[in-house]
């Protein structure tokens, strides 16, 4: 079993920046392949990013490739996604996961975080 907590959403202004963070605790961290993912209002949940057991891989969707970077510190059970430049189509809850099923953007994790809203206001 992992446990997921998110932590750092909030209010910010487009162009601004944010960093959002997951600690895990449970199973050994650094063996799981860890995602961010999104829901903005009336849409489904959507890939945002995600990095391999070792950090050394990242893949990101499109839509933010640029902008935001996630990484991993196995020493203290953590992911972060820094968010930069944000945008109003930014604005969504975001959803730590952990150990994926099959391809790494896909919806389909084995664990999730409770979510942590962000807002982005034009």
């Known amino acids: 079993q992992v446990q997921l907590v998110e932590s750092g959403g909030g209010l910010v202004q487009a162009g601004g920046s944010l960093r959002v963070s997951c600690v895990a605790s449970g199973r050994t961290f650094s063996s799981v392949v860890m995602g961010w993912f999104r829901r903005a209002p009336g849409k489904e949940r959507e890939f945002v990013a995600a990095?391999?057991?070792?950090?050394?891989?990242?893949y990101y969707a499109d839509s933010v490739k640029g902008r935001f970077t996630i990484s991993r510190d196995n020493a203290k059970n953590m992911v972060n996604l820094q968010m930069n430049s944000l945008k109003p189509e930014d604005t969504a809850v975001y959803y730590c996961?952990?150990?994926?099923?099959?391809?790494?953007?896909?919806?389909?994790?084995?664990?999730w975080g409770q979510g942590t809203q962000v807002t982005v206001s034009s």
């Open positions: 996961a952990a150990d994926p099923l099959g391809e790494v953007a896909d919806r389909a994790y084995r664990y």
């Open positions: 990095i391999n057991r070792s950090g050394r891989s990242t």
